[in-house]
């Protein structure tokens, strides 16, 4: 059983900074990229940051400047740093893993429970 566990999330006054991070656990044979999405309410989940097991990174134009996307492959964690927030950043963000199990031979996608991050003042 794979699991993925989040953390970070929280209130912030525009401007400020978190950082969010989410490690995979359970039986994994490879992970092949880790991302990050959001969701505001109202509006559909939303590609944040994903970075891929060799360091590509893709991020969404609204974060490009501001979001870092970063891994450590060997306690199979992603991590966002988000600076300079904004009150549109205001969502629920959720961790992807797609990954193979160890009991598999094909690909999934796994999802965190999500975490809040709210951006006020």
């Known amino acids: 059983q794979v699991q993925l566990v989040e953390s970070g999330g929280g209130f912030v006054q525009p401007g400020g900074s978190l950082r969010l991070a989410c490690a995979a656990s359970?039986?994994?044979?490879?992970?092949?990229?880790m991302g990050w999405y959001r969701q505001a309410p109202g509006k559909e989940r939303e590609l944040v940051a994903t970075?891929?097991?060799?360091?590509?990174?893709n991020y969404a134009d609204s974060v490009k400047g501001r979001f870092t996307i970063s891994r450590d492959n060997a306690k199979n964690t992603v991590y966002l740093q988000m600076n300079s927030l904004k009150p549109e950043d205001t969502a629920v963000y959720y961790c992807?893993?797609?990954?193979?199990?160890?009991?598999?031979?094909?690909?999934?996608?796994?999802w965190g429970q999500g975490t809040q991050v709210t951006v006020s003042s």
């Open positions: 992807n893993a797609r990954l193979i199990p160890g009991s598999s031979w094909r690909e999934y996608d796994y």
């Open positions: 359970g039986s994994i044979f490879t992970i092949n990229a």
């Open positions: 970075m891929t097991g060799g360091g590509y990174t």
